[in-house]
């Protein structure tokens, strides 16, 4: 897989086998947006990965991960858990996708803000979310 990432100011084009929320030679997948400014280029958008599955076999607990796909991504996280009003905005769309089941993954969009000179996760928006319904079959 294809993927354009900034590694200390620079893009770097890296081949890897271990994301496939985005793909430069699949253009079906959502793409990152940059802008260059001077000689270096700005992630514009990313991605926060929300995966919810069991804890133990009991399936009574959870363990809840929440991802990034670059460092603003990961932002994304604190920013989410930090705001109750967009948490439950957020959660009741994805409560509705996945019809109130306990277990899912949920991708959220999300803009990148770099007038602070660190990039900012803003407009967090739902692009997805999708139950996990066969956890029996899950390594516990």
Known sequence: MTKRELFEGSPQIRRAPDHALSDLDNRRLPQPEFRHQGDI???????????????????????????????????????LLSDGK???????????KVEGLPYYQALIHLKVDHSTGTPAPTCLELVDAEPIKNVSRLKL
């Not at 076999?57 to 604190?78: N, Q, V, Y």
């Open 41 to 79: 280029d700005f992630q514009l958008d990313d991605y926060l990965l929300i995966t919810v599955l069991p804890r133990d076999s009991r399936l009574d607990r959870r363990i809840i991960s929440l991802a990034g796909l670059h460092k603003a991504g990961t932002l994304a996280a604190e920013a």
């Open 86 to 96: 967009l948490a439950q905005s957020i959660l009741k769309k994805v409560h509705t």
